[in-house]
């Protein structure tokens, strides 16, 4: 196999030959082995001419004359150039070259060679990634990294929830902590600008990430932004324009003809006494064998006009009758989506001089999503600064702000469910509430046009730092870093709207502000020293922290006539609620962490925090999280000889993390209030209503990993392969308590859940010349969790004539001991009663068109308990990601990116039909069951799901594969660049969401969970331009 690709790649890549000059020919070798490299481009310094080497490293190339250069490249090695001169034969010894391998990467409070890791770390590159649009740090992640699990987002903000390695927790968080350079960061991901990044390190083992201690359960994502380099400043500016749309407009509502389809099928199917199946039939396209009067007899008091009867057998409102004899039809689905704009503009400056280093930059980012007056905007500037003060201080500072504004009021989900015989605007010009005069479904529009919304949130977050070298090696930082943030969200719907002109009369504001202030400041000593063989690296911390934040929430109704002034004017309504609700918390920590090498190739780790939280208990207000980790590099052993293995690693690691996220009162007694009447005057009380928890402690997540790293042929090929076992204990939970204490629950630590999981990732080098290089990435990663334990309370049950103990499940969250968080329980939906299946439906009080489920007992009923099963996961079994990196023509880049999420289903609610409403409204165009379309995989628009006890829930495959990820970029020629008086200069175009592939009925299988609709998923595409000066 080996051989092949190199035969392979030769016959690729080898120019044919010059025609006249001098032929010149040698081997290339390692030069520290000195064996032969085959694959090795040789190439005529200033062309594309040359050759590569054979499978035993020797090459033959004409040259032109003397005067020529030839270059030496092969991946993994320092190039060479050598004259010719006079010259017959060069052979070269080319050394490997240990930067690549040497890769620092950043890890907690510190940097390490990423041969030198002991841990689980992945790394992403912003200059990947480049050529894509992003809005939200975060969609970086999807699919890039092993054991990250992330679903896109379909709002225009971007974005989505991440997890590393599964859930950690029942209840309380489960993101991952940030670390932004180098310094913890509590704020939002989208404060943070894609454009600003460098590259994110990905901490996923507990040896990694211990050194956080109880913010680190749910794993650690490190940001490194872009510094200032020395030399004269470089302006670099950017600019996206781009437009999306809908990924799968198939799935949509039914139009005129089949909704009026659907309303006769309803009726034909909803068992109406006393009527043929003729009498919803169009009186102008009757049946053969009943006449005009035959089917106006069949009702008793007929409408003098034929087709006003008609649409009334069929439960037209007057609004749709009138609307369809004027031949007038709305399509709603095509009044509410859109082709949304996006673009964004970002200007950076970096530069640096003798003693000072600097970066700024600032962004701008309006993105429209596919529904109407969906849309975020931005505004994200940075500044990275630091100075050399002397040679033993530096000093700087890395500061961001950004302002997010989701002022912008979208018009509302329900589109899909107003009958197109509808109408927007009533006689007098004004939009019509009830577009088809069903007062449930109001006009997706009102709040579009109507409802005023002031939505802004500012952040402000610095790290300034100082670094003090001090004697025998030891340096020391201290860094403060301040948080501020300023949350404004403003409401007013006026009386033309439905919630201020009648949910609350004469209109309805809310004012919501909320102000955060924190600090945080690290101290750390660290200490690095070589002994001969031996290396210690040595980092301690103390950390500090405070968060304070004040929330006010104040509404109003009732304005006429002084509603003008809108949420400016909220003293004017007459029915004033104001609240309350502030926060404070406070932290501190101390850290140990020590690194030791030994030859070079014996690597351990091992470190301690302790970590202190006013959020728990005063018996438990500290914990301590240990962490210990081996390497042993075996391909620097003696006895390792392999031609296929030329880097090999193993790893091994152990640690102890903690989970705080649960609420900053958790512990305490909580104090509620209810109004009462003292005889003469209402009065406010107060009470206790919740129970203090003085023993409360911190969730403890304990894991192990093992990994290998490996590099072949000559590092062409990279694997890292890892596999995990992690176990939560103490799990923060609201235990039930009796009603004769007064109070519902109280948190307590009482659960176990645990987390297995293997990821892989493999990075290859496929062809590497200069006119053509191409480069692969392959990802796969599995996690499976599973409840060990509850609550501890235990009940009898007979299973197969035995009776048993078992732990009682808890059926109001879904949490089942011994199965995993998102388990799926429920009936087992095997079809749909037929014709001919009519006797054993009515067995179950049913008719053919029902859904049709395992009766497990047998027992002609379909009780919860008794017959709902396991039937599959909520969230992926299995991700992959394939990332192609081509460049060609030495000016041309293209990337292709595709990720797969498989083995789960979803709840697809649109496939229950409401009967009690279901004939009042349009829907998706489902393809019901009805007498003559006997499918077996929807049921009848009428069908009867109340024989389920606890109700009927539909579930569909949700796995997908899809092109997520498309670009192609052109770098102009640097004499072209030259030319036009800049530095450098690139266009680029994108696709994101290009394609999917998918069994999911639905808009797409990340969108939608449940009975909620969250949007269509956009496909975008994008061009843009990069200019440097």
């Known amino acids: 196999m080996k051989q092949f690709i190199y035969y392979v790649c030769f016959i690729l890549l080898a120019p044919g030959a010059v025609a006249q000059g001098l032929q010149v020919s040698g081997t290339v070798t390692s030069a520290e082995e000195n064996m032969p490299l085959p694959g090795v481009n040789v190439i005529i310094q200033g062309t594309s001419t040359g050759t590569v080497t054979d499978i035993e490293g020797d090459y033959t190339l004409d040259v032109p004359s003397a005067e020529s250069v030839l270059v030496f490249s092969f991946v993994g090695y320092i190039s060479q150039e050598i004259a010719v001169g006079n010259q017959n034969t060069i052979d070269v010894g080319l050394t490997a070259d240990q930067a690549q391998l040497d890769e620092v990467v950043v890890i907690g409070y510190g940097t390490q060679k990423k041969s030198d890791l002991t841990g689980a770390v992945s790394r992403i590159s912003g200059e990947s990634v480049q050529n894509r649009s992003y809005t939200q740090v975060s969609e970086m992640l999807a699919g890039q990294v092993a054991g990250i699990y992330m679903n896109q987002s379909a709002s225009p903000s971007g974005g989505g929830a991440v997890e590393v390695r599964g859930p950690t927790s029942l209840s309380a968080g489960t993101s991952p902590l940030i670390v932004l350079d180098g310094v913890i960061f509590n704020g939002n991901m989208a404060d943070i600008n894609p454009n600003d990044i460098e590259h994110v390190d990905v901490l996923k083992d507990a040896s990694s990430a211990a050194v956080y201690g109880s913010k680190a359960a749910s794993g650690v994502i490190i940001v490194t932004t872009k510094k200032g380099k020395a030399g004269k400043p470089t302006i670099n500016f950017t600019a996206k324009v781009g437009v999306s749309g809908i990924t799968n407009d198939d799935f949509r509502p039914r139009n005129a003809k089949e909704y009026e389809d659907f309303r006769r099928d309803y009726f034909r199917t909803v068992g109406v006494a006393n009527r043929e199946d003729w009498y919803w039939d169009d009186p102008n396209n009757l049946r053969p064998g009943v006449t005009l009067d035959q089917w106006r007899n069949a009702n008793p008091n007929p409408n003098a006009d034929n087709v006003q009867e008609y649409l009334g057998r069929l439960n037209f409102f007057d609004t749709e009758i009138d609307q369809y004899i004027a031949g007038q039809t709305v399509d709603w689905f095509d009044e509410v989506l859109r082709a949304g704009v996006r673009q964004s503009y970002d200007l950076s400056v970096g530069g640096g001089a003798e003693n000072v280093n600097y970066y700024w930059s600032i962004g701008y980012v309006d993105n429209e999503g596919v529904i109407l007056g969906d849309e975020f905007q931005t505004i994200r500037t940075r500044l990275n600064v630091d100075f050399s003060v002397t040679d033993w201080l530096n000093v700087g500072v890395n500061a961001q702000y950004s302002n997010n504004d989701r002022s912008s009021v979208p018009a509302s989900r329900n589109f899909t469910s107003i009958s197109p015989y509808s109408q927007i605007y009533n006689e007098e010009g004004d939009l019509e509430w009830y577009p088809h005069g069903y007062s449930i479904i109001t006009n997706p529009l009102i709040n579009y046009y109507e409802q005023e919304r002031y939505n802004k949130t500012h952040s402000l977050f610095a790290a300034m730092f100082a670094d003090v070298a001090l004697p025998f090696g030891f340096n020391y930082r201290v860094s403060f870093q301040p948080?501020?943030?300023?949350?404004?969200?403003?409401?007013?719907?006026?009386?033309?709207?439905?919630?201020?002109?009648?949910?609350?009369?004469?209109?309805?504001?809310?004012?919501?502000?909320?102000?955060?202030?924190?600090?945080?400041?690290?101290?750390?000593?660290?200490?690095?020293?070589?002994?001969?063989?031996?290396?210690?690296?040595?980092?301690?911390?103390?950390?500090?922290?405070?968060?304070?934040?004040?929330?006010?929430?104040?509404?109003?109704?009732?304005?006429?006539?002084?509603?003008?002034?809108?949420?400016?004017?909220?003293?004017?309504?007459?029915?004033?609620?104001?609240?309350?609700?502030?926060?404070?918390?406070?932290?501190?920590?101390?850290?140990?962490?020590?690194?030791?090498?030994?030859?070079?190739?014996?690597?351990?780790?091992?470190?301690?925090?302790?970590?202190?939280?006013?959020?728990?208990?005063?018996?438990?207000?500290?914990?301590?999280?240990?962490?210990?980790?081996?390497?042993?590099?075996?391909?620097?052993?003696?006895?390792?000889?392999?031609?296929?293995?030329?880097?090999?690693?193993?790893?091994?690691?152990?640690?102890?993390?903690?989970?705080?996220?649960?609420?900053?009162?958790?512990?305490?007694?909580?104090?509620?209030?209810?109004?009462?009447?003292?005889?003469?005057?209402?009065?406010?009380?107060?009470?206790?209503?919740?129970?203090?928890?003085?023993?409360?402690?911190?969730?403890?997540?304990?894991?192990?990993?093992?990994?290998?790293?490996?590099?072949?042929?000559?590092?062409?090929?990279?694997?890292?392969?890892?596999?995990?076992?992690?176990?939560?204990?103490?799990?923060?939970?609201?235990?039930?308590?009796?009603?004769?204490?007064?109070?519902?629950?109280?948190?307590?630590?009482?659960?176990?859940?645990?987390?297995?999981?293997?990821?892989?990732?493999?990075?290859?080098?496929?062809?590497?010349?200069?006119?053509?290089?191409?480069?692969?990435?392959?990802?796969?990663?599995?996690?499976?969790?599973?409840?060990?334990?509850?609550?501890?309370?235990?009940?009898?049950?007979?299973?197969?004539?035995?009776?048993?103990?078992?732990?009682?499940?808890?059926?109001?969250?879904?949490?089942?001991?011994?199965?995993?968080?998102?388990?799926?329980?429920?009936?087992?939906?095997?079809?749909?009663?037929?014709?001919?299946?009519?006797?054993?439906?009515?067995?179950?009080?049913?008719?053919?068109?029902?859904?049709?489920?395992?009766?497990?007992?047998?027992?002609?009923?379909?009780?919860?308990?008794?017959?709902?099963?396991?039937?599959?996961?909520?969230?992926?079994?299995?991700?992959?990601?394939?990332?192609?990196?081509?460049?060609?023509?030495?000016?041309?880049?293209?990337?292709?990116?595709?990720?797969?999420?498989?083995?789960?289903?979803?709840?697809?609610?649109?496939?229950?039909?409401?009967?009690?409403?279901?004939?009042?409204?349009?829907?998706?165009?489902?393809?019901?069951?009805?007498?003559?379309?006997?499918?077996?995989?929807?049921?009848?628009?009428?069908?009867?799901?109340?024989?389920?006890?606890?109700?009927?829930?539909?579930?569909?495959?949700?796995?997908?594969?899809?092109?997520?990820?498309?670009?192609?970029?052109?770098?102009?020629?640097?004499?072209?660049?030259?030319?036009?008086?800049?530095?450098?200069?690139?266009?680029?175009?994108s696709a994101r969401n290009l394609f999917t592939l998918t069994k999911w009925p639905g808009w797409d299988p990340e969108t939608g969970i449940g009975n909620s609709i969250d949007g269509p998923m956009p496909r975008t595409f994008t061009m843009g331009v990069n200019v440097s000066f």
Do not use: C
Request: overall charge negative.
């Open 483 to 989: 948080r501020m943030e300023f949350k404004k969200d403003y409401n007013f719907w006026d009386s033309e709207t439905i919630t201020g002109g009648q949910t609350y009369l004469d209109g309805y504001g809310t004012r919501q502000d909320s102000t955060l202030n924190a600090w945080m400041i690290d101290n750390i000593l660290s200490w690095n020293k070589q002994f001969g063989v031996h290396n210690f690296d040595l980092t301690l911390l103390y950390n500090a922290e405070h968060t304070k934040v004040f929330r006010s929430y104040g509404e109003n109704q009732t304005f006429l006539p002084n509603q003008e002034l809108g949420y400016n004017g909220l003293q004017f309504g007459s029915k004033p609620l104001v609240n309350t609700n502030d926060l404070e918390a406070g932290g501190e920590a101390l850290m140990a962490r020590i690194n030791y090498t030994l030859m070079d190739k014996y690597l351990f780790t091992a470190s301690v925090r302790r970590d202190g939280y006013s959020a728990f208990g005063q018996e438990h207000p500290r914990a301590t999280f240990p962490a210990a980790a081996v390497a042993w590099k075996i391909s620097d052993e003696n006895f390792f000889d392999s031609e296929l293995v030329n880097r090999l690693k193993l790893r091994l690691s152990w640690g102890v993390n903690g989970n705080r996220d649960i609420g900053v009162y958790a512990a305490l007694a909580q104090i509620g209030s209810e109004l009462y009447y003292d005889g003469t005057n209402v009065q406010m009380g107060l009470y206790n209503n919740r129970l203090a928890n003085p023993g409360l402690r911190w969730e403890r997540t304990e894991s192990f990993n093992i990994g290998i790293d490996m590099g072949l042929l000559e590092d062409r090929i990279d694997v890292s392969v890892n596999a995990y076992d992690m176990t939560t204990t103490d799990l923060l939970m609201n235990r039930q308590l009796p009603e004769i204490t007064g109070f519902a629950s109280i948190i307590s630590n009482l659960g176990e859940l645990s987390n297995r999981g293997i990821e892989l990732n493999i990075n290859t080098v496929n062809i590497s010349s200069p006119n053509l290089s191409w480069k692969s990435g392959i990802i796969f990663s599995m996690n499976r969790n599973k409840i060990e334990r509850l609550f501890g309370d235990y009940e009898e049950v007979e299973v197969n004539g035995e009776t048993i103990s078992r732990e009682i499940p808890d059926y109001t969250n879904l949490w089942f001991p011994g199965e995993a968080i998102d388990v799926v329980w429920d009936y087992d939906v095997v079809g749909v009663w037929q014709l001919d299946e009519a006797d054993e439906a009515a067995e179950y009080t049913m008719l053919p068109g029902d859904y049709k489920a395992v009766d497990v007992d047998d027992s002609k009923t379909y009780d919860a308990l008794d017959d709902k099963q396991f039937i599959g996961y909520s969230k992926p079994r299995y991700r992959l990601g394939l990332r192609n990196d081509i460049s060609f023509f030495r000016n041309f880049t293209a990337s292709v990116f595709l990720r797969a999420d498989l083995g789960h289903i979803g709840e697809f609610a649109y496939a229950v039909h409401e009967s009690s409403t279901y004939d009042r409204i349009n829907i998706w165009n489902i393809p019901y069951w009805t007498p003559t379309n006997g499918n077996n995989e929807y049921a009848r628009t009428s069908e009867v799901h109340g024989a389920y006890g606890g109700g009927l829930r539909i579930f569909k495959p949700r796995g997908f594969m899809r092109v997520q990820d498309v670009s192609l970029a052109y770098n102009v020629s640097p004499d072209v660049v030259e030319r036009m008086g800049v530095g450098s200069l690139r266009v680029f175009a």
